[in-house]
């Protein structure tokens, strides 16, 4: 069957540049009663000095811990009382922290992040605490081996700093002090280099008028907050744990989003794993019965990019596993059918649509899109580009970029043997 | 939105709720079963039958389903809990109908006995799966021992054993009984077309044929008891308490549900302040589950081995100062903001619009607005909350714990 055309999509973006440099991006939708915010702050996990792997997951809770006038409970009884989805998320390359709201209450949301972003207390106490639930955290990934796996396969597969755990390092986390965290949050908070995205139901001419007030000052000549990218990590990795499964991740080179060929990569990712009648699915469960879960996803920053699989089995499966999914990666440049591109790209068209009637979702979206390419794509830009996939193109971009490393590791029981 | 109903001689119900200004559409059936319609024999069936039902029918074969629903772009899946399994996709309005005819083939599965070994592996793997993912565990054992002899204690997954003793003979006997078309709603939530929608339901459906089924009910044992497990490979130690709550049935579940945010809400709520924010434990969260003809309330904490009577003892104050103080007029008053948010950025999507309608009408066969949740929500006072606590006794609870090895 044939693709039918959609409706057309929004393809409205607001954007206003603050007098300090921090970028504003809105997407309104109709029919939503609510809207979602983010902050972008350029103090992600890659962005650390050296030896504070860990700080940005303190940040994340010491900030919320008292701001401006108010401490720590009265901030939290603030946020509580207008009902906030709160949202803070520790990547690669930001900090994120926003929420999700009934749209009448954002003027008042907006100022309480300002203060938590331009007056956080930071008090010493409060930072011993903030410490202490981060290395808890990372003690329970221990626990969660399916979770843990793809933190330490970003960590080999990108050349450092880009993998360092978001999560952070149990020795770098003992040794941090309010002192020099506090630092952190001083140079890498930057306004000239922040993002700040908006979607559902809002007035930009309003929020940018707030916004000017909130966050005043002029640009600052700050410093390009770069990532310097060292060299390249280990093959393979296993970790020994007396678990019920080998949690088995892999990872192999691909085009970064700003790519010419991205949009090949993500449809030939799809045609591997998008649906259940993709490859991985059909050859590992289907056919074989070797997992219950196995799934492979497109994983990109902008200095470098990956295809990312998750595969757990039980142990006297796992090699077999890993070599059915490494012939599927390299089985893939041979030829696709053209019913599976038409299903690839189907899938992702309808996955694109169905998040955009999501303010979340749509706030996260233009908000990494304007990180990676500098602008943010409309929806109908993407559903074309997706459009003029075809096998043939597919087949060029895997002649050209061919699998050639597979960065590997296994959590579990037993070991397997990589090739 | 306006809600739509018809019920067909077999006794299927139909229920819609349109909403044209959707971009897109959900659609689900709905079967009134679970592992607590199991016996101990056939523990994991219900679930083991969710599986089963994508490995196609007379017509498909497992592969070409899974192909037919790519095809359509839906973001599909089915969950089994207790006493419900669900079916659901969540697509495009011009690709409604055919999702919608392929849910309808695949209630009438083959069951083949070749595709039930195979899968039987996979279920394997998932409880495999489950057992190293320890704050699941800890809530499916918690549950077992909360509900003992009662049907609700019978795992969802079942065990490697109950499953590996499974017959497809024994599975195509439950499948007959439980997924009648009298045991079933479809359901439809956001952009499309009633009548068309019916007329592509209406006819298949009509030949399913109705059983009597039945489901018992019972009292929950619940009480205070005790249990810990040690695991090798653990450093955390993962705790559940479980206690009675309001069945699904009872008015006072719209209390239970602020209650709960107030106890163990993940920021803001009495545990958070007292355990999350001074770091004796990284989680410690309330969850309130109204079922049919019963309830109950989770807590879920996880901290390390050295904080656990530190944290036990903490809990305890907190339901003690409940039952003896009750609640504060503001608690209440943050706990109803950040539930009526919740509520509506969730009715946002059609899906989460299909899962209201479904389980309402699963329960209470009755359409309920956003607007009646909401005015539901609004209208709980200090003191209904304070009478459910009262009648509750969380202290009295059941408490499973699943840590490392303990050094003494």
Not at chain 1, 154 to 183: C, H, M, N, W
Not at chain 1, 319 to 330: P, S
Not at chain 2, 152 to 160: A, F, I, T
Not at chain 2, 331 to 340: D, F, G, Q, S, W
């Amino acid at each position: 069957m044939r693709y039918k055309r959609y409706e057309k999509m929004p393809e409205k973006v607001d954007k206003h540049i603050l007098k300090n440099g921090m970028v504003l991006l809105g997407e309104p939708m109709e029919s939503v009663e609510s809207v979602a915010f983010g902050f972008m702050l350029p103090a992600g996990a890659a962005r650390l000095p050296e030896g504070c792997c860990g700080a940005s997951n303190i940040i994340a809770d010491w900030i919320f811990r008292g701001a401006g006038s108010k401490n720590s409970r009265q901030l939290s009884d603030a946020l509580d009382g207008l009902g906030l989805h709160r949202v803070s998320f520790v990547g690669g390359s930001h900090i994120t922290i926003g929420a999700a709201l009934e749209a009448s209450n954002l003027t008042q949301s907006l100022e309480l992040y300002a203060d938590i972003i331009l007056e956080p207390s930071l008090k010493e106490d409060q930072f011993e605490l903030a410490r202490q639930l981060a290395i808890d955290s990372v003690h329970a990934l221990d626990d969660e081996p399916r979770q843990k796996v793809m933190l330490k396969l970003r960590e080999q597969f990108y050349p450092p700093p880009l993998g360092r755990s978001t999560a952070g390092d149990i020795d770098e986390l003992k040794v941090l002090t309010a002192g020099q965290t506090g630092q952190i949050v001083k140079s890498k908070f930057n306004l000239s280099q922040t993002i700040f995205t908006v979607a559902g139901k809002y007035d930009f001419n309003a929020v940018c008028r707030q916004m000017e007030s909130l966050f005043p000052g002029s640009k600052t000549d700050a410093q390009q907050s770069a990532v310097f990218v060292q060299g390249k990590a280990g093959k393979y990795t296993h970790i020994d744990n007396e678990g019920a499964q080998v949690h088995i991740g892999l990872m192999t080179e691909t085009v970064k989003p700003m790519d010419d060929d991205y949009y090949n990569a993500r449809v030939a990712v799809s045609v591997l794993s998008g649906g259940m009648g993709a490859r991985l699915f059909t050859e590992v469960r289907e056919k074989r019965g070797l997992c219950y879960a196995i799934r492979a996803r497109y994983h990109g920053l902008k200095e470098a990019a990956g295809i990312m699989c998750y595969a757990g089995t039980t142990p006297d499966k796992a090699q077999e596993t890993l070599d059915v999914v490494i012939g599927e990666f390299e089985r893939l440049g041979e030829g696709i059918s053209e019913e599976e591109i038409d299903r690839a790209k189907v899938g992702l068209k309808s996955a694109l649509i169905l998040q955009s009637e999501s303010s979340s979702s749509r706030a996260g979206a233009i908000g990494s899109d304007y990180y990676m390419l500098g602008r943010v794509r409309s929806l109908d830009e993407i559903k074309n580009k997706i459009e003029q996939i075809t096998v043939d193109t597919i087949l060029g971009f895997l002649r050209n970029n061919k699998f050639k490393e597979f960065t590997i590791v296994t959590i579990g029981p037993k070991q397997v043997t990589v090739k | 939105m306006e809600f739509k109903k018809k019920t067909l001689g077999n006794g299927l119900d139909l229920i819609g709720e349109v909403n044209r200004a959707a971009k897109s559409a959900a659609v689900g059936f709905f079967i009134k079963t679970g592992s607590r319609d199991e016996t101990k024999q056939i523990n994991g069936v219900s679930h083991f039958l969710e599986h089963m039902l994508f490995k196609g029918t007379e017509k498909l074969s497992a592969i070409e389903v899974n192909e037919a629903f790519d095809r359509t772009g839906a973001e599909f899946n089915a969950g089994t809990s207790w006493e419900n399994t669900v079916y659901y996709a969540a697509v495009l309005p011009e690709y409604l109908e055919q999702v919608t005819k392929l849910w309808i083939e695949l209630m009438r599965p083959a069951l083949r006995e070749e595709d039930f070994n195979l899968e039987k592996n996979v279920i394997k793997e998932e409880i495999a799966m489950y057992r190293d993912t320890p704050n699941f565990e800890v809530m499916d054992k918690c549950q077992s021992l909360y509900f003992e002899d009662h049907p609700c204690g019978n795992s969802v997954l079942g065990s490697v054993e109950s499953v590996e003793g499974l017959t497809a003979e024994q599975m195509r006997e439950y499948f007959t009984r439980r997924y009648a078309p009298n045991n079933i709603v479809f359901a439809c939530a956001g952009n499309f077309d009633w009548d068309k929608i019916c007329s592509v339901v209406e006819s298949p459906c009509s030949q399913w044929q109705s059983q009597r089924a039945e489901r018992k009910l019972g009292e929950a044992p619940g009480g205070k008891k005790k249990k810990r497990i040690e695991k090798a490979n653990l450093v955390r130690e993962h705790i559940c308490l479980m206690s009675a709550g309001p069945s699904a049935q009872d008015e006072a579940k719209f209390a239970a549900l602020l209650l709960g945010v107030i106890v163990g809400d993940s920021v803001g709520s009495r545990f958070y302040w007292e355990l999350v924010d001074k770091a004796l434990a990284e989680a410690a969260v309330t969850h309130c589950c109204p079922m049919d003809g019963v309830g109950v309330f989770y807590n879920n904490i996880c901290c390390s081995p050295e904080n656990v009577s530190a944290v036990l003892g903490i809990v305890e104050d907190i339901f003690q100062s409940l039952c003896e103080s009750g609640i504060k007029e503001e608690e209440l008053n943050k706990a109803r903001n950040k539930v009526l948010s919740r509520l509506v950025l969730e009715n946002e999507l059609p899906m989460g619009r299909l899962s209201a309608l479904g389980s309402n009408w699963i329960y209470l066969k009755q359409y309920r607005t956003i607007e009646d949740d909401i005015g539901a929500i609004k209208a709980v006072t200090v003191d209904d909350v304070n009478s459910l606590i009262k009648q509750l006794n969380l202290g009295e609870s059941t408490q499973f714990s699943i840590g490392p090895a303990q050094s003494s």
